[in-house]
């Protein structure tokens, strides 16, 4: 069965400091892979994906991810983060026996203060 | 485009009565998916539909829950009877396989508070 696993609960950082979201998966076969981004109240928005070539995604709002097969991880990153960068960030798979469907991690809370 | 619309946005019931909740995907969209929020669980995928038919109901968690998908414009899911355990936030989610169907458009969800 494929899953993903994100460590850490909650994520805190200051404005203008990187930011790292932590996201490890577990797969048969080669994975794809997504970043969710949930803001208070809302529902989750797509922010980037891996299905092949580049290890290294770009995607929305300046956050890119980077796919490291050996370590079977897809570390989110923002260089500079925000203070509206605060929200839960979801890491999913793919699921082989069913397209379409999404494994989603338990979410990272990421808490940007000023 | 208004994006995915859910219906009600807030829902507040007594135990054991009927709930519907409502779905418009983006047009154009071929996918469609009921997700459940809670605290404690996390996302779960309850169902989803590919060109109105049901694909995967694994996710359902008893009889109590169904859903439909009459057309490509609208979807609902229903409990009934309704239990304080239900008590969750439901989002419903389409795509489309042109832009991969893992792509989700997520609707702002429908608050449920079963008493």
């Known amino acids: 069965a494929q899953s993903v696993a994100q460590p850490e609960d909650q994520v805190n950082v200051a404005e203008g400091n990187p930011l790292t979201v932590k996201c490890t998966y577990s797969?048969?076969?080669?994975?794809?892979l997504f970043w969710y981004v949930q803001y208070p109240n809302r529902g989750l928005q797509f922010l980037l994906k891996?299905?092949?070539?580049?290890?290294l995604v770009k995607g929305s709002y300046g956050f890119e991810a980077e796919f490291n097969k050996s370590q079977t991880s897809f570390h989110l990153k923002k260089p500079s983060a925000l203070v509206s960068d605060s929200a839960l960030y979801f890491c999913a798979v793919r699921d082989l026996d069913s397209w379409g469907k999404l494994q989603f991690g338990a979410g990272t809370q990421v808490v940007v203060t000023p | 485009d208004a994006g995915v619309i859910q219906s009600p946005r807030h829902e507040v019931t007594e135990m054991g009565q009927e709930v519907t909740l409502r779905c418009k995907p983006i047009?154009?969209?071929?996918?469609l998916f009921w997700y459940r929020q809670t605290m404690m669980r996390g996302l779960e995928l309850l169902i989803y539909?590919?060109?109105?038919?049901?694909?995967?109901d694994s996710g359902m968690p008893e009889d109590r829950f169904s859903a439909k998908m009459p057309n490509a414009s609208f979807s609902t899911l229903k409990i009934q009877p309704s239990e304080p355990r239900d008590s969750a936030v439901y989002f419903c989610a389409s795509s489309f396989l042109g832009q991969g169907r893992e792509t989700q458009y997520f609707g702002p969800g429908t608050r449920l508070l079963v008493l």
């Open positions: 891996y299905i092949t070539g580049d290890n």
């Open positions: 539909f590919n060109n109105n038919v049901p694909i995967d």
């Open positions: 797969v048969s076969g080669n994975p794809y």
């Open positions: 047009s154009g969209h071929d996918y």
